[in-house]
């Protein structure tokens, strides 16, 4: 194949007809060069910019809220309900995670339709760009989620299912390149190219849909085989939402018309569980405790005299809090506060 700077020592062909080796030299440096500008374009744009200006959306929303809270812009005196909607956080963006999983896999698998000189491969570069966005955006996303956003709540199942099946765009993908580069080497006409691609790529995306379906319907099976069964107030002790604390109307009635004898009821809320619990504050307070026990080094300790199993416990544990943000210590969060309030078991150490 010939490179971009060989075309220009050789020119623009000005009649095709006359040299088409010259044509066909011209065409395929012509895709060399859309192969580059590709690279460079999704390299300093998808891959890099957007994201970085998506992640300091964070932090620039908490500070958004923190202004005019210290600088009194909003009054000096503000209800505790205005402060705390200008503190609460983003929700975790799930959908729009998913689309640009299966956005930037397709957009990294188009070189492979175009001509590369054989000293360089644009696919290879845009597939490692994309496997180190994958472990960069892995630490990130932990941060993001689990530190920087509110519990999101989703009532089905149906978009891990949808994404699922979207997959087998970006593998459908490889098909039609398959089919593709087997055709111009068939040197078939362009509907012929039009009919094998489109051929291959919806054969490939009907076998990956079938065996999915397969695959999921089975998992559907082993998971009623061993489904946990339980008596309604322990799932509501466990889960904190039901028919009416979800239902407004209900919700309503209970707070303003005490003479129906409805028992009273707080509206659920996601990432407000706490809410729902006989005395709210020493119910967050006990979360807390056991989220940040959770994290803590040898929360997950085998009984060998007493000491860790896995002797690099520590080192990964030091790891994970720098890059996740975990307390330190498994009551560091809790700011020393008094844990042996009503309600609540004593600490020991």
């Not at 809220?65 to 983003?90: A, D, K, N, Y």
């Not at 699922?164 to 390149?177: D, E, I, K, R, T």
């Not at 039009?194 to 999915?212: D, I, K, N, Q, R």
Request: with cysteine; glycine share 6%.
């Amino acid at each position: 194949l010939i490179t971009g700077v060989k075309l220009s020592a050789i020119g623009t062909v000005t009649d095709k007809s006359v040299d088409p080796v010259l044509h066909q030299s011209e065409e395929l440096g012509r895709e060399a060069a859309l192969s580059k500008q590709i690279v460079v374009l999704f390299l300093t744009g998808s891959f890099s910019v957007s994201y970085i200006f998506f992640w300091l959306s964070y932090p620039l929303a908490y500070w958004q809220g923190i202004f005019p809270i210290r600088t009194g812009l909003l009054g000096q005196r503000l209800p505790v309900r205005v402060s705390e909607r200008l503190l609460e956080p983003m929700e975790i963006w799930l959908p729009w995670d998913y689309a640009s999983h299966i956005q930037l896999t397709c957009s990294a698998f188009v070189p492979l339709f175009l001509a590369d000189p054989p000293d360089s491969c644009s696919t290879s570069q845009m597939c490692g760009a994309l496997v180190l966005w994958c472990l960069v955006m892995y630490c990130a996303q932990r941060l993001v989620h689990l530190r920087f956003s509110k519990e999101t709540f989703f009532t089905t199942g149906r978009l891990d299912r949808v994404v699922l099946y979207a997959w087998a765009a970006p593998v459908s993908q490889l098909a039609m390149a398959a089919a593709w580069w087997l055709s111009r080497a068939w040197h078939l006409p362009l509907a012929g190219k039009l009919a094998l691609c489109c051929g291959a790529f919806c054969t490939s995306w009907a076998v990956y849909s079938c065996f999915l379906y397969r695959a999921l319907e089975h998992r559907k099976v082993i998971t009623m085989m061993h489904k946990k069964k339980e008596p309604y107030n322990q799932a509501l002790a466990r889960l904190r939402y039901s028919y009416f604390n979800t239902n407004p109307i209900h919700v309503l009635l209970s707070d303003h018309f005490p003479e129906r004898g409805i028992k009273s009821t707080t509206f659920y809320e996601a990432g407000k569980a706490y809410l729902q619990a006989a005395d709210p504050r020493v119910h967050a307070r006990l979360e807390a405790l056991q989220m940040a026990a959770e994290t803590a080094p040898g929360s997950d300790r085998r009984v060998l005299g007493g000491r860790s199993f896995f002797p690099g416990q520590h080192l990964l544990y030091h790891a994970q809090v720098w890059l996740t943000g975990v307390p330190r210590s498994a009551f560091q969060s809790l700011d020393g506060a008094d844990l042996d309030g009503p309600g609540m078991m004593p600490m020991r150490s």
